[in-house]
């Protein structure tokens, strides 16, 4: 039976409260606030719940609520408030400090059951809860470890060393050919496809979260055949026909191998995200000859970007509010930024056509 301790320095109110739960708890009664301290702090934890008169000679409700606050007890002992008296910016105040209910005089048996029933159910639910994710976050934390141990070993072995210097490489051959295209645009049309180019490397921590979470073997042949994204490029265009352009001018070149095509422009994820992402197999020239690198490559507009960016933050911050609310107003300002986008594009080319 779950014990419950009863403070009120009335003996009629300890003995009616008694009386109404004696035969679902094990009461434990106090007449005032030093004795319910002292109790408490020898058997906090054996304690689920505390029924608390406010007013009360030498040490009241409050100052019980406020040592209870402070030795984090009332994050896991429920507090009700034995009460006479309905008092709107009384019963706020109990509840700011981290009260869980009130039970109001005369007493109604079945309310009164039924109330510290409810908090006891509720806190134990909650305590439960608390527990598992504690527990979850150790084993995280452990995995976590795990993780950067064996990304360790990847890191200093020479082969792992020779295989990211290889993807290095045809990052850099991407970029190359991106940047010759981009110069023979500025020469024939007089403007740039692109506004910048952003590269990543997949670091160790990834690469073997990935492969473990795929159940891949975490080994070099491994990476090269399941993992299609350890070289990563962004490519950032002004405007949404730049990026077809420019995508179909670079798959077309005869050494570039075009692997896997995903057109999230034409047909954006459930998010709001748009973006052109090309899988590709990227020829690299080493002393032993040439080999076949794969590498990722996105196209998104300037504002896409920055959208992404922010999605990006909501999606690994962990302590974020109304996150529903968030994701709303996301999707309704990607559906304004592809609107916007097209509609730069139409004066552009309106403006180009002005010229002629």
């Given amino acids: 039976m779950n014990k419950i301790l009863v403070v009120d320095d009335a003996e009629l109110n300890r003995e009616l409260l008694y009386d109404i739960l004696k035969d679902d708890y094990i009461i434990e009664t106090a007449q005032d606030g030093f004795q319910a301290l002292t109790m408490l702090r020898k058997h906090a934890s054996e304690i689920s719940a505390l029924l608390l008169d406010l007013r009360m000679p030498k040490l ?12 984090d007890w009332i994050r896991r ?9 309905h008092a709107i910016k009384i019963e706020n105040q109990c509840f700011h400090l981290g009260v869980s209910d009130f039970i109001h005089k005369p007493f109604e048996s079945s309310i009164v059951k039924n109330r510290v029933k409810n908090a006891i159910e509720l806190f134990s639910c909650k305590n439960q809860l608390e527990q598992t994710v504690a527990e979850q976050a150790v084993t995280l934390k452990k995995q976590h470890q795990i993780i950067q141990m064996q990304a360790e070993q990847l890191r200093n072995a020479k082969p792992f060393r020779h295989l990211m210097m290889e993807y290095s490489s045809a990052i850099l051959e991407v970029e190359t050919k991106l940047k010759v295209l981009n110069a023979e645009f500025s020469q024939v049309y007089n403007r740039n496809p692109f506004e910048a180019i952003k590269s990543r490397l997949k670091s160790p921590e990834s690469i073997y979260e990935k492969l473990e979470r795929k159940g891949y073997p975490v080994t070099l042949d491994s990476i090269r055949e399941n993992l299609a994204d350890v070289a990563g490029l962004r490519v950032i265009c002004s405007f949404p026909d ?37 899988i590709l197999d990227v ?36 302590d974020v509010g109304s996150t529903d609310e968030i994701v709303n107003q996301l999707k309704r300002c990607a559906d304004s930024i592809e609107e916007l986008d097209y509609q730069m594009q139409k004066i552009r080319d309106q403006i180009d056509h002005s010229r002629e």
């Fill in 283 to 318: 020829p690299i020239f080493l002393s032993n000859g040439k080999k076949y690198m794969k590498v990722e490559v996105q196209f998104r507009t300037i504002a896409m970007d920055f959208w992404a960016s922010l999605e990006h933050k909501l999606k690994y911050k962990k």
């Fill in 60 to 71: 009241d409700g409050f100052a019980v609520i406020e040592e209870m606050r402070q030795n």
């Fill in 242 to 278: 730049d990026i077809y352009r420019l995508a179909e001018l670079f798959i077309k070149q005869d050494d570039i191998v075009l692997v896997r095509r995903k057109d999230y422009i034409k047909t954006p994820k459930p998010n709001g995200y748009r973006s052109l992402h090309l």
């Fill in 77 to 85: 002992i429920p507090v009700l408030i034995i009460s006479g008296e």
